[in-house]
Structure formats: structure tokens, C-alpha cells
């Protein structure tokens, strides 16, 4: 028997998911969503969604049904390398006068799914001779996605950047599978990351609309939060990026998307160009 | 060296906007001061002054005009004014009629473009005249006024100066007259293909039209020698196709004219052959002609391009399944002979028309359980019970998402050999296998499965003694019923909610009524839940007051279900507390009690219900609209009426939706008021085609006086009903006196091709409207 959501529960169900963690889901989405937790609400023996619901509403006191939930909703797709220029130069411009500066410096790499993006970051300030004086902190919401960022074994969907007959071309891309082959090993389940690599980051779960939690982070001069805004509403934007901005040394910057524009946002930050990189900053008084 | 920018919000144009807004609030006295930040440096502080003057509306329109025609030194304040008079709540479109008469040209430009922007239809004929103006902005912003105006009255003026052949003005012009959607369109757009300067724009416009006279000379572009004019010619197609079909449904008539337009091998051939580098976008548009051309040449490519990530594989597979039969023998020779990531991409796309069992049984051995999933998948759509058998040889597939595929495909089959066979397997040594088939005896309820099934109560699985459970309720006999009852103290709290949930599909005999009373007392809150629940369901009216009680239950889920039980009770105190919480401020209970008021079907309800439609969160209103809906009174529709502009797209659709289902004159005026809305056109498109004699009579009503607009909207809704009394209606639109009438019946019936079409059209071969008369010639002709 094929259990489907009507768009009451649908309703329902999905603005429990954006209030508590800030996923937008439209009617477009609609059918993944409804697949989604059709099979976690049978996995969780429920026979109907808004049993399920009112399971994950009023009998989930640690949150276990929602976090498996959380795993199975969340936009996992990610590889090493992604819209890699903009991030060396935020290391070049950013990271790299902090560490001239003070001597050391902080990244948050906000939402960073299975570890492909911090694991980038390494690999970069590693390179650059600054892995010693920089501290990364990584976040994701999924349980399950920390798990796999901590487990750090990757198929080759996430090094389409660097294989064979990638159609990614430019003088940086030499230098990329330098450092993939410096520090993956592939073996029969995939690709191994350097222990040395991942021990470099420190992982934690970490709900982006809980402003406490992310303040417990302390503040960092580069926070690194791309392909996320995307897929929140409008008023969630604010509120993530509001904290955000509170996560900012008073010199740090905030690097986004390449198509995720604050601009159109009343947020505290001003945009700008450094080294053909769009930054952001907290607005001056 | 850097640069730094600043482009969004400092904290001190936060405060200009808070005080621009609270300019605007206090209305006219501050027009002055809005109309001065005009030129404001920050376009944030700007966006707020552009709102906020054209919310103040009337009193705002003169100056801003004054400040249109006398402070011009700055482009900004002049782009802001012309925004705030595009936006203005005033009715000022006069008076940019009377603005666009002025001499100066830059001053015309910007009325022009207030009017197109404001969709002022009455103002077409003078915004036509500025079309051939000698300055070439002005006539550039008059073609641009057109377009966004749209609709038929602006089609003589923008083939005009399509047929200029002036670049500054044929261009957009071009583009403009695509969009009309007008038959008029297709001649002069066809006319420039030959024109390597105006091809390419020619052809995506000839693609905007949807008119079935655009196929041939889009169709003849797909044997170019030029790869880009294949695919030009091929995105044309697809999008010509998609217009059309969104106005008439699927038609034969798409497929017959372009198979006469070009030899479909050919045009495979060559397009197959532009495809090499080509982006995602590109291969969508191939994958959908290629499906219409439907050669053998055509399949086989669709079936590489349907293992494609998306969006490609999903157009292809589309294609594949619009195919049908023709494509079956491919799709089965590329799974049989593939690999499994071959074989997960099509698998989907197979059983929806006959095939070989064998090919798709044989992939329920493949290495990969994915494939296994898929195979189960399409088997259970092919529908032929000879499945059944090796389906249940999965019932104990190491892979859980295999062995519950396999359980719902024989769910889906059914057969005699299913009952044989579950029974068999229930005593299977494996538990996955024993749960599986317990599941499938459960789910048809076989009489003959009772005992196995009371023998898995005492299972240790947890989960067979639920699947054994649920059912035993399902069965008719004094003993599933007695079985129930003598578990109702398991020491297992999930068991015990299991039976109580199996009761309330049973009847409401007086010790079932006692059981599930006792469990509104258990220590666990899901046994509670599901006592509630079942005493709902079986509509003990004497437990009222024990729901009414629950209502205070320490756990959320059992206050819920006391909600959801009282929906279904007839006391009077029942539907008291009902409408008590459909008032509640826990937005769950509130929910739960509006969903129970449409239940409870009473018409006390709908002033509540009513109201809920407004609440701020949209779930409460999508349950709100959904309980009316279920109600049959006046005042529904124009709830659900206005429902349809909400600002959540899912309690829009649904509004809709409901609608469709109504086939009453003013649930029919109430879609068809949303036609002219684009972001729901094509959804109350498909609610209106909803079937319906009552609905076709509304719509011939409205078609003696509609407008070249909506005429066309009309006649789409009859022709995608698709049933005779529908086509027969069109038939008399042809006959109306109203001219856009007959010509968007004669356009209709062109489509729909039938014999009965071609020969009404043949009997319109003498209307005096020149368009009706070049339809009717054409679908002679073919």
C-alpha cells in the first residue's frame, strides 16, 4: 500500500521541518518531500503521517525521530573543489592577513554537509603553509552527515573536479589534483582522506536557526556558508544570516554562494570585492 | 588592490527606510518629502520611496509626473519615478496618455513604458501609433508597451514593424508578436527565417506562438546544415509544443503535422547529430522533439539520454513514456543487454504499457538492490499476476527497501497464487520473509490467514505481532475480534497501541467499547492515543465525556486525537468542545478540530472555518479551506474564491483544486476570473477542464461576450475536457456571433481534427471573419 501526503499534512509536516531547521519546501517539492518521510515515518512504525507528526511533535523529547528525518531531507550534494576560486581567494584575502596579523585565525565552514568543503579548506591553507595556524570548525545539521564528514571515505562524485576527463579546466586545476592525490588514497570503498586532514577540523552538529548554539562557536574571520541560504525562506535568510554576522570577528567576512546574492536582504553586512571575490562584512556603525 | 562596495543595508539607511515607511503610513501630507528621496544615493533607500509613493496612491501621481517632465538631470530619480508611477494605486493611465503626446521624446519614452508596464489595454491604439514614430527610442518603447500589453490588439501594429525589417525595431517586436500567441504571428515570423540576421530570434518567437502552423517552417530548420540552427529550430519545437498542448491538451494533430513537415528519420538523423556538446537545456529540447518525431533512430537516442542526470533523463524519460508501446521493445533490449546503472535509469520508465514479463523479472537478480527495487516497481505497474510468483522470492531480500518493493508489488497484483503463496511463507523460517507475507495476508484480509495470523501475536517481533494485528482487524469473524480483546493487556506498550488501533476497525460491540475505554486510562500515552481514536471511528457517544476529558491529556498527540475522536460524535457537547478548540491557539489542536468540523459535515461550522481561512499560518488555512470544501453551502466558494489568491502557492493549488471538483456557475465564474493571472493560468486551465455539463454551459455563457483574451482561455478549458458534449460545445462557439468566439473555436477544432471538427469547419468556409475562414481552409487542407 503506497502511503501518500495530502497537501493538508504536507502542510503541516513541512512547516515543522522550516520551523525547527529552516528547509523551505514548496509544492514543487512536494512529491521528494512526501517520499521522504513516508519511508522514515514507516521506518519509525507509523502507519499513517500524522501519527508520525504528532510523534515528532510531542514524543520526541531527544529529537532522534527528527534528526533521522533531518538525514534524509537535507541537500547532501557536495564535492572537493566546489567554486574553488572564490575560496582561495577568501583564504588569500582573509585568512591569510589574520594569521600575519594575530598569528592565527578561525573558519566556520556553516552547513558543510559529508566534510567535502572543509577538507578543501585544509587541503588550501596546507598548501599555503597556514593548516598550523588556522582553526576549522565545521557544522551540519544531519547527525548522519557529520558522521560521514568524521568517517571522511568519499565516492568519485565527490572528486568530479579532479578525475579524469573532468570538463573543469584553468591553471588551478594541476595544482587541485596535486592535492587530491597528497592526500586521498583510493582503496575498494573509496577515497581515504589524510587522518592528518580531518583531525585539522573540528566537527559538530549544529542547527543554524539556534542563534545560541551558534554563538557557543565563538566568532571566526572567515565563516564559509555556500549553497545553503538557497534553500531557506526569505525571513530565514534574515534570521541565519543575522547570526552569522554575529559569528564575525569585527574584521571577518562571510563568503556565500556564487548564486546566492544578500543583496536583496536587510541584513547587517555590506558586500564587497576583494581579489574578484564578493565578500561580506558587518556593516560599519 | 581591493575595492570594497557597499550594496545592501547600513544601519543607517535601516533607519531611513523605517522613517521613509513611516512617511508613507501618515499618507498624502508627505508626498513632498517622499517625492524629494527620489534620487536618493542608496537603491535599497530608494526601492522603500518607489513602495511607498505608490502606495500612497492619487495624491502622489501629479508630482510625480511634475518631476517626470521638469527634473530629468538624473537617471536614477528618473527611473525611480517612472517605478513609482508603474506601481501607483491611482488610476492615472489617462494621464500617461496625455504624458506620451508630448514633444519630448524621452519624456514619451517613459509614459510609454508606464503603460505597458500597467498593462493598459485601452491605451493600444495610441501606444500603436508611436510603433512607426520617427525617433527610434520612442518607437522602440512603444514595441516594448506592446509586448507587455499583449493580447490580439496589439498584433497589426507589431507585424508592422516586424515587417520593417529596421534592427532597433524588428527585434523586439519580434519577440513581442511571439508572445501574442496569435495565428496572425506565424506568416511574417516565418517570413524573417530566411534572414540570417533575423533567423534565430525568429524561430524561438515562432516557438512562443503555439500555433500549429509554426511546426513546418520550425520543422524544415532541422535539416540545416548549421548544428545551432538545428537546435534553435529544435528549442522552438519543444516550447511550440508545450504552448499548444497547454491550450488543447495532447494532440494528434502536433504529431500528423509535423511528420508531414519533414521525413522523421531525417530529421533524427540531423538533430542526433547537433547534439554533440551540447548544454542540459539543449539535450531537454531534443529529448522532447525527438519523442515527437518517434523514429527508431529517435528511441534509441532517447534511451542513452534517458540515463542522463537531470534534468535531460527525466525529459527523455518523459519522451520514452509518451511513446508508449513504440518504445517498449528498445527500452527492454537496453535492459536486458545493460548494466544495472543502465537498467536503474530505465526501469522507470517501463510497465506502463504491455511488455516482457522475462526482461523485467530477470533484473530481479541484479547485483544491485536499487535495480531490484525498480524491477518490483515496474512489474507491479505492468500489472500481470505471473509476477507474483517470483516476487515473492524476495519477500527475504537481504536489502529491506527490496523485500517491502516486493510487498507492494504483490499488493498491487493481487491474484489467487498470492493468497496460496503468503500463507505458505507465513510459516517461513526467516522473520523478514514471515513479516512480509504476515503483511501481505494482513492487507487483503484473508479469512483463510486467520489462525497464522493469531499465531503471530505471540511472536517475539515485535513488528509481526503489529502486522498480525492490524490484520486480524480486517478480517470478518467473532474470533479476530476475540483475539484482539485478549491481548489488550500485553505487557508491551506498542503492542497494546497496536490493538487499539485494530479495534477501531472493528464494530463497536459492548466489550470492545469497555477494551478501548480502559485504554483511555493506560499508563502509555500511544495506547491512549489509539483508544481515542477508535472510539472516534466507531462513534461511541457514550465515551463523550471521557474524550472531552482527554482534551486535557498531559500528552500532546492523546489532546490531538481526543480532537480528531470528537469530529465523529454526534453529542452536542462533542461538537461544542469541537468548535471550542477549532479556536484553540495550539495550532494542532486547532488543526486537528477543523479538519474534524469538515467531517462532521455541519453547517454551524463554516463561520469558524471561515475564519481559519485567514490564519497567519498557511497549514491552518489549508486545513481550514480543505474542512469547507468538504461542506455544501453558498458561502463555500467565495471562501475558496479568494483562497485562490492566496500567498502560499499550496493553499492557491488546493483552493483550485477544490474548485474543479464544483461544478456549480459561480465556482465556474470563480476559475475563470483566474485566467488572466499567469502564475495560475495553466492550473485553473486543468481545473476547468474538469469535466462537466453544468461547467460547459457556464463557459458557452461567458464565450458569447468574451474579449480576444479570454475567448481562446474559454474554448482551451472545452477542448481539454475532452468528452463530446465539450466538443460539441465548441462546435456551437463556432456559430456565435461573437468573432473571438468562433475564432478560437475554429482554432480548437483545427486541433482536435476529428471528423465532426473538420466538417463544422468546412460549413465556417464562408464566415465573414477573415481568421475563421484561413482556419477552416487550413484544416481542409489537411
Redesign the interface.
Given at each position: 500500500?503506497?502511503v501518500t501526503l495530502?497537501?493538508?499534512v504536507?502542510?503541516?509536516l513541512s512547516?515543522l521541518v522550516e520551523e525547527r531547521i529552516g528547509l523551505s519546501f514548496?509544492?514543487d517539492d512536494?512529491s521528494l518531500f512526501s517520499d521522504k518521510v513516508v519511508a522514515r515515518m514507516?521506518e519509525a512504525?507509523f502507519?499513517s503521517p500524522l501519527?508520525y507528526y504528532?510523534?515528532l511533535?510531542?514524543?520526541d523529547p531527544a529529537g532522534a525521530h527528527f534528526d533521522t528525518l533531518v538525514d534524509a531531507l537535507v541537500v547532501g550534494e557536495t564535492y572537493f573543489f566546489r567554486e574553488v576560486e572564490s575560496l582561495v581567494a577568501a583564504l588569500e584575502?582573509v585568512v591569510k592577513r589574520a594569521v600575519e596579523a594575530r598569528g592565527a585565525a578561525r573558519i566556520w565552514s556553516a552547513a558543510c554537509s559529508s566534510g567535502e568543503e572543509p577538507l578543501t579548506i585544509a587541503m588550501l591553507l596546507e598548501d599555503a603553509g597556514l593548516l598550523g595556524s588556522v582553526s576549522i570548525v565545521a557544522t551540519d545539521v544531519s547527525s548522519r552527515a557529520i558522521a560521514r564528514a568524521r568517517k571522511a571515505v568519499y565516492g568519485p562524485r565527490s572528486m568530479r573536479v579532479v578525475a579524469e576527463g573532468s570538463p573543469m579546466s584553468g591553471p588551478l586545476v594541476p595544482k587541485l589534483r596535486m592535492l587530491a592525490n597528497r592526500h586521498f588514497v583510493e582503496r575498494a570503498d573509496g577515497f581515504h582522506a589524510d587522518r592528518s586532514l580531518v583531525d585539522a577540523v573540528t566537527y559538530r552538529k549544529l542547527n543554524l536557526l539556534d542563534p545560541k548554539a551558534v554563538s557557543s562557536l565563538g566568532s571566526f574571520d572567515l565563516v564559509v556558508c555556500r549553497n545553503v541560504l538557497i534553500y531557506f525562506a526569505d525571513e530565514t535568510v534574515r534570521a541565519v544570516v543575522d547570526s552569522l554576522a554575529g559569528a564575525l570577528e569585527p574584521d571577518g567576512r562571510l563568503l556565500a554562494g556564487a548564486s546566492e546574492s544578500?543583496?536583496r536582504?536587510?541584513?547587517?553586512?555590506?558586500?564587497?570585492?576583494?581579489?574578484g571575490v564578493f565578500l561580506?562584512r558587518k556593516?560599519?556603525? | 588592490m581591493s575595492r570594497a562596495v557597499t550594496v545592501s543595508l547600513s544601519a543607517e539607511d535601516r533607519a531611513r527606510v523605517e522613517h521613509i515607511e513611516h512617511l508613507a503610513r501618515a499618507g498624502a501630507q508627505n508626498v513632498e518629502e517622499l517625492v524629494a528621496q527620489l534620487d536618493d544615493p542608496s537603491w535599497v533607500v530608494r526601492r522603500a520611496v518607489v513602495s511607498a509613493l505608490a502606495t500612497v496612491g492619487e495624491p502622489a501621481v501629479q508630482p510625480l509626473v511634475q518631476t517626470l517632465v521638469t527634473r530629468r538631470d538624473r537617471e536614477a530619480r528618473v527611473a525611480a519615478t517612472v517605478d513609482a508611477l508603474a506601481a501607483s494605486r491611482a488610476p492615472l493611465d489617462a494621464r500617461m496618455v496625455d504624458l506620451a503626446k508630448m514633444a519630448d521624446p524621452a519624456v514619451i519614452c517613459d509614459a510609454l513604458q508606464v503603460l505597458g508596464r500597467r498593462r493598459y489595454r485601452d491605451a493600444v491604439p495610441v501606444v500603436a501609433s508611436f510603433a512607426t514614430h520617427a525617433d527610434d527610442n520612442v518607437a522602440v518603447a512603444a514595441i516594448e508597451a506592446l509586448g507587455r500589453i499583449g493580447g490580439v490588439e496589439t498584433v497589426d501594429a507589431l507585424i508592422s514593424a516586424v515587417e520593417l525589417r529596421h534592427f532597433f525595431r524588428t527585434f523586439p517586436a519580434i519577440d513581442a508578436l511571439g508572445r501574442t500567441g496569435d495565428a496572425r504571428a506565424v506568416a511574417p515570423l516565418e517570413g524573417l527565417l530566411s534572414d540570417p540576421l533575423y533567423m534565430a530570434e525568429a524561430a524561438r518567437a515562432l516557438g512562443r506562438t503555439g500555433q500549429e502552423s509554426a511546426v513546418a517552417p520550425l520543422a524544415k530548420l532541422l535539416l540545416d546544415r548549421t548544428d545551432v540552427i538545428v537546435r534553435t529550430a529544435a528549442a522552438a519545437l519543444a516550447e511550440l509544443r508545450e504552448r499548444y498542448e497547454a491550450r488543447f491538451g495532447e494532440s494528434e494533430t502536433m504529431t500528423r503535422a509535423l511528420a508531414q513537415a519533414v521525413p522523421a528519420p531525417d530529421a533524427s538523423a540531423r538533430l542526433v547529430d547537433a547534439l554533440a556538446g551540447v548544454s542540459a537545456t539543449e539535450l531537454v529540447a531534443a529529448a522532447r522533439v525527438l519523442g515527437w518525431l518517434g523514429d527508431d533512430l529517435a528511441i534509441g537516442r532517447l534511451v542513452d539520454l534517458a540515463t542522463m542526470a537531470e534534468p535531460v533523463g527525466s525529459a527523455a524519460s518523459d519522451a520514452l513514456r509518451r511513446l508508449g508501446p513504440r518504445a517498449t521493445e528498445a527500452l527492454l533490449a537496453a535492459i536486458r543487454e545493460g548494466d544495472s546503472a543502465r537498467r536503474l535509469g530505465l526501469l522507470p520508465i517501463v510497465g506502463y504499457a504491455a511488455g516482457s514479463l522475462d526482461d523485467l523479472v530477470l533484473c530481479l537478480s541484479d547485483d544491485d538492490p536499487g535495480v531490484r527495487v525498480a524491477a518490483c516497481e515496474a512489474l507491479a505497474r505492468l500489472g500481470n499476476p505471473a509476477a507474483v510468483g517470483p516476487l515473492f522470492t524476495l519477500l527475504g531480500d537481504r536489502d529491506g527497501r527490496v523485500s517491502h518493493a516486493a510487498s507492494a508489488a504483490i499488493q498491487s497484483l493481487g491474484s489467487l497464487e498470492s493468497k496460496r503463496l503468503s500463507l505458505e511463507q507465513a510459516r517461513s523460517p526467516d522473520p523478514r520473509t514471515r513479516r512480509a507475507a504476515i503483511r501481505i495476508i494482513s492487507y487483503f484480509g484473508y479469512p483463510e490467514g486467520l489462525d497464522v495470523l493469531v499465531a503471530a501475536i505471540g511472536e517475539e517481533d515485535e513488528k509481526i505481532r503489529e502486522a498480525a494485528i492490524y490484520g486480524i482487524a480486517l478480517i470478518d469473524d467473532p474470533k479476530a475480534t476475540a483475539a484482539l480483546l485478549a491481548h489488550i493487556g500485553h505487557p508491551v506498550a506498542r503492542t497494546r497501541a497496536a490493538v487499539m488501533r485494530a479495534l477501531g476497525q472493528t464494530e463497536a460491540a459492548p466489550e470492545v467499547v469497555a477494551a478501548l475505554r480502559a485504554g483511555l486510562r493506560d499508563s502509555d500515552a500511544w495506547v491512549r492515543y489509539y483508544a481515542c481514536q477508535a472510539l472516534g471511528r466507531l462513534a461511541v457517544d457514550a465515551a463523550t465525556p471521557e474524550i472531552i476529558a482527554a482534551l486535557h491529556d498531559e500528552s500532546g498527540q492523546v489532546r490531538v486525537a481526543a480532537v480528531e475522536s470528537l469530529a465523529h460524535l454526534r453529542d452536542l457537547a462533542a461538537h461544542e468542545a469541537l468548535a471550542k478548540a477549532a479556536r484553540s491557539a495550539d495550532p494542532d489542536m486547532r488543526r486537528a478540530a477543523l479538519l474534524g468540523l469538515g467531517i462532521a459535515k455541519r453547517g454551524e461550522a463554516i463561520p469558524v472555518l471561515r475564519e481559519a481561512a485567514s490564519a497567519p499560518e498557511a497549514a491552518t488555512r489549508l486545513v481550514a479551506i480543505g474542512a469547507l470544501a468538504e461542506l455544501d453551502s453558498p458561502e463555500v466558494v467565495p471562501t475558496l474564491a479568494h483562497a485562490t489568491g492566496d500567498p502560499d502557492e499550496g493553499v492557491r493549488n488546493a483552493a483550485i483544486g477544490y474548485l474543479s471538483t464544483r461544478p456549480s456557475a459561480d465556482a465556474t465564474h470563480a476559475l475563470l476570473r483566474n485566467l488572466s493571472r499567469p502564475e495560475v493560468r495553466d492550473r485553473v486551465l486543468a481545473a476547468l477542464s474538469v469535466a462537466a455539463d453544468e461547467r460547459i454551459d457556464v463557459v458557452l455563457a461567458m464565450l458569447e461576450t468574451a474579449d480576444a483574451d479570454t475567448a481562446p482561455n474559454l474554448v482551451a478549458a472545452l477542448a481539454r475536457m475532452r468528452r463530446p458534449s465539450s466538443q460539441a460545445a465548441i462546435g456551437t462557439a463556432l456559430n456565435m456571433d461573437n468573432v473571438h468566439a468562433r475564432r478560437a473555436a475554429a482554432a480548437a477544432l483545427g486541433a482536435l481534427g476529428t471528423q465532426e471538427a473538420k466538417d463544422a469547419l468546412a460549413r465556417s468556409a464562408m464566415d465573414p471573419d477573415p481568421d475563421v475562414r484561413r482556419i477552416a481552409a487550413a484544416a481542409a487542407r489537411r
Open positions: 500500500m503506497t495530502s497537501p493538508q504536507f502542510a503541516i512547516s514548496g509544492t512536494a514507516t512504525g502507519a501519527d504528532y510523534a511533535r510531542y514524543d584575502q544578500l543583496m536582504f536587510a541584513t547587517p553586512l555590506e558586500c564587497e570585492e576583494r581579489g561580506y556593516a560599519r556603525p | -
